[in-house]
């Protein structure tokens, strides 16, 4: 059974850093790019970040780039999203994604940056 657990959630103020972290099971880990998705409140999901199998290269948006940093370890099998200059519009839900025969979604997990 495929499962995407993820962790670290939580507030944090402007300005501030959270390190959140996927762990995954029930699939070859080594094969699949790895992705991080959110959704802000009363907003539709929008990619954050991936990074590809193997190689590990790294692709952000544009909202993002140079404040996050995801990062996998193939000996854990988890991905992790670092997250620094944390901002209010980076509240949201964050979900760890991968597609394997179909679209596999972990629970999620909350983020709140506010003051």
């Known amino acids: 059974e495929v499962q995407l657990v993820e962790s670290g959630g939580g507030l944090v103020q402007p300005g501030g850093s959270l390190r959140l972290s996927c762990a995954a099971s029930g699939f070859s880990f080594d094969d699949y790019d790895m992705t991080w998705v959110r959704q802000a409140p009363g907003k539709g999901l929008e990619w954050v970040a991936s990074?590809?199998?193997?190689?590990?290269?790294?692709h952000y948006a544009e909202s993002v780039k140079g404040r996050f940093t995801i990062s996998r370890d193939y000996v854990k099998n988890t991905v992790t999203l670092q997250m620094n200059s944390a901002k209010v519009e980076d509240t949201a839900v964050y979900y760890c994604?991968?597609?394997?025969?179909?679209?596999?979604w972990g629970q999620g997990t909350q983020v709140t940056v506010s003051s």
């Open positions: 994604n991968y597609r394997g025969d179909r679209n596999y």
């Open positions: 990074i590809s199998s193997y190689r590990s290269t790294e």
